[in-house]
Antibody, heavy 120, light 108 residues
Framework: QVQLQESGPGLVKPSQTLSLTCTVS??????????WTWIRQPAGKGLEWIGR???????YYNSSLKSRVTISEDTSKNQFSLRLSSVTAADTALYYC????????????WGQGTLVTVSS | SYVLTQAPSVSVAPGQTATIPCGGD??????VHWYQQKPGQAPVLVVY???DRPSGIPERFSGSNSGNTATLTISRVETGDEADYYC???????????FGGGTKLTVL
């Protein structure tokens, strides 16, 4: 069973950088066949894709966030990370990491989500 | 950018059939996935690649996709099916994952 766990600060000040890490167990992020993905959900609203990374560091980002987002991997720790710079209150949301299988299989495993609040 | 449109809410009586549409330009040419999200929980994949069900998902959940509309159908609806449902595609032109706005299913 694949498990994902988000970790990182729950409170970030405006204009600073949000940093989250997703620790994966039950699967290797370097084995291929999966995209490792970040998605967020503001309170009471829908799901917004942030971006994803594939083995070897190939990344895809939401163009609305692209100038502020970096997703990276640490295969030695079986983790992948999200950095979102210059945050504002609009970035306050529940942040999920997830696994998306390739070949149109959808997102089959999700973390429990971590709430990040942007406030001074 | 590609847009998926979902009705904000659908209501159905227990035991009846719920249909949840997801509209998009030529969405029939794309692979559509559906997620169920209950309050306070992460989403769960209930249908992938238009019509396939992950293991553990009841046969009552089915999907179809043609033309400009994909549809999630839930047969013999139960009170436990009450949740938000999201459709999702990968837009190859912009290399973006796109979610619909979500439909809240209420079981009367």
């Amino acid at each position: 069973q694949v498990q994902l766990q988000e970790s990182g600060p729950g409170l970030v000040k405006p204009s600073q950088t949000l940093s989250l890490t997703c620790t994966v167990s039950g699967a290797s992020i370097s084995s291929g066949g999966s995209f490792w993905t970040w998605i967020r959900q503001p309170a009471g609203k829908g799901l917004e894709w942030i971006g994803r990374i594939y083995t070897g560091g190939n990344t895809y980002y939401n163009s609305s966030l692209k100038s502020r987002v970096t997703i990276s991997e640490d295969t030695s720790k079986n983790q992948f990370s999200l950095r979102l710079s210059s945050v504002t209150a609009a970035d306050t949301a529940l942040y999920y990491c997830a696994r998306e299988r390739t070949r149109s299989k959808g997102i089959d495993f999700w973390g429990q989500g971590t709430l990040v609040t942007v406030s001074s | 950018s590609y847009v998926l449109t979902q009705a904000p809410s659908v209501s159905v009586a227990p035991g009846q059939t719920a249909t949840i549409p997801c509209g998009g330009d030529k969405v029939g040419s794309k692979s559509v996935h559906w997620y169920q999200q209950k309050p306070g929980q992460a989403p769960v994949l209930v249908v992938y690649d238009d019509t396939d069900r992950p293991s553990g998902i009841p046969e009552r959940f089915s999907g179809s996709n043609s033309g400009n509309t994909a549809t999630l159908t839930i047969s013999r609806v139960e009170t436990g099916d009450e949740a938000d449902y999201y459709c999702q595609v990968w837009d190859t032109r912009d290399a973006h994952m796109v979610f619909g706005g979500g439909t809240k299913l209420t079981v009367l």
